[in-house]
């Protein structure tokens, strides 16, 4: 009898596990993500792999090490908290008609705005203009008084469909420019809504 119990423990045991990671997503396209002229990731699943990137995505949480950097988050509809890099980290989020994503990223201040056509904002010393196209945007970046045009940042539309907790740290992910990390915030980070782009998607005015 007492051999039938352990045994029915070590299968309950194991069907709670099975439950437990359930919710994983696995297999699937891998997706682009990121800057190809830094580190090439891609997105399959639960997965974030990288030359020096592997993260694990949960359904409220995403936890491992971005280029070589500990990150270890966790959202809800309103909020994202935790760490990167060991600082800490607390973004507020709003969705309507378009998002917003602002607060801290790792120490670094982040303030960027979502809608049909345009992603911009500033994450830490870098400003962004980008327009959506095939599988990210493009526009241009601002970093400590550099202005670099023909940015181009891999985002695919399956991933802008992802809950907004886990879309906004994976956005925020894709902008994070350590080597400007604590450079002052440029003024092209404090725009409001691109104007006057031309069919190219070049952006020929930008409000103050």
């Known amino acids: 009898m007492s051999r039938l119990l352990l045994l029915s ?3 309950l045991l194991g ?11 696995t297999g699937g396209p891998a997706y ?11 997105v399959q699943g639960s997965y974030v792999t990288g030359p020096a990137s592997s993260l694990v995505i949960d359904d409220q949480s995403i936890r491992g090490r971005f280029r070589d950097r500990p990150v270890s988050l966790s959202w809800t509809w309103q909020e994202v908290t935790g760490s990167v890099d060991a600082r800490g980290t607390f973004l507020e989020l709003a969705e309507g008609d378009d998002t ?7 120490g670094m201040p982040v303030d960027l705005t979502l809608d049909k056509e ?11 203009v980008l327009r959506r196209a095939e599988d990210g945007f493009v526009g241009r970046r601002s970093c400590g008084g550099s202005l670099e045009g023909d940015l181009r940042v891999d985002f695919p539309e399956p991933l802008l469909e992802r809950p907004l907790g886990e879309r906004a740290s994976l956005m925020t992910l894709m902008l994070v420019n350590f080597t400007s990390t604590y450079s002052p915030v440029m003024s092209l980070a404090r725009f409001a809504r691109p104007r006057n782009a031309s069919v190219d998607g070049s952006v020929t005015h930008v409000s103050p």
């Open 15 to 25: 069907a709670g596990c099975a439950g437990s990671h359930s919710h994983f997503r």
């Open 9 to 11: 423990g070590f299968m």
């Open 118 to 128: 345009w992603l911009y904002g500033n994450v830490g010393g870098c400003g962004y």
């Open 32 to 42: 682009p993500l990121g800057q190809p002229a830094g580190e090439p990731m891609l």
């Open 100 to 106: 917003r994503v602002w607060g801290s990223f790792g």
